[in-house]
């Protein structure tokens, strides 16, 4: 950053990070105690104090610790995107990935009446959510709707297939009875990308079998055979 030198480059961007987490001031104490962080306390204060007389962070009241200015956010935004880290391409590829499996349920999600959903097999807490036309067409059936909805936010078909043996690039279906409701699942597990991913799509028990089915089995051959 222009007009600092590096130690007061390191304290200016930790304090601004500091406010920008928790948006409270920090002062040399607690700053003291953040990891790598090699000054002594005496020197953090003198160089909080360098910084506040050029007007690069603040005390909001007497005693408090520093906050950014900001104008100064907005130079530290600025080196940010003047120095840009390069690309991790492991984090790129995970990116890519995430992006082609949530496309695929969305295609899924379009063109049947159940709630599509998939995850990879390693990421389990990675999950793409497609609620589908069932939910357009609940009318009166909201009985039935909320306990399917309620099965799919707490993530009960993730724990169920945990324990179930699924055979790949093959359509498995199983029923379940949840809250007092028959659910209905179907799902397949694949190589998708570089990973086996899990697909699935579940509903009341009230919905045409052979039109879902043929449309899944569709879309399956399609991209992934």
């Known amino acids: 950053m222009v007009g600092i030198d590096k130690k007061e480059e390191q304290l200016l961007e930790l304090v601004i990070e500091y406010y920008i987490k928790y948006g ?13 962080l090699k000054m002594a ?6 160089y909080l104090n360098f910084l506040e007389k050029k007007w690069l962070v603040y005390q909001p009241y007497n005693s ?5 200015t900001v104008e100064w956010i907005g130079v530290y935004i ?13 984090y790129l590829a995970k990116l890519q990935e ?26 389990k807490d990675i999950h793409y959510l497609w ?13 039935k709707i909320i306990p399917l909805i309620d099965f799919i936010e707490q993530k009960q078909l993730i724990t169920y297939l945990t324990h179930t043996e699924i055979e790949t690039k093959k359509i498995n279906y199983s ?51």
């Not at 995430?98 to 990421?123: C, K, M, Q, T």
């Open 98 to 123: 995430r992006f082609n499996l949530r496309h695929f349920i969305e295609i899924l999600g379009e063109n049947i009446d159940w709630v599509a959903f998939g995850y990879y097999e390693n990421e």
């Open 78 to 90: 600025q080196n940010i995107l003047s120095k840009p880290e390069p690309h991790n391409r492991d």
């Open 175 to 225: 029923f379940v009875n949840y809250q007092w409701t028959n659910i209905v699942m179907m799902y397949v597990k694949t190589p998708f990308e570089w990973n086996n991913a899990i697909i699935w799509a579940v509903s009341s028990l009230r919905v045409d079998y052979k039109w879902n089915i043929k449309i899944l089995q569709t879309i399956l051959d399609k991209w992934i055979n």
């Open 64 to 68: 408090a610790g520093r906050i950014p």
């Open 41 to 46: 306390p005496s020197t953090i204060r003198k």
């Open 24 to 36: 409270t001031p920090i002062g040399s104490k607690s700053l003291d105690k953040i990891e790598n």
């Open 131 to 143: 609620v589908a036309k069932v939910l357009k067409k609940a009318n009166n059936d909201l009985e």
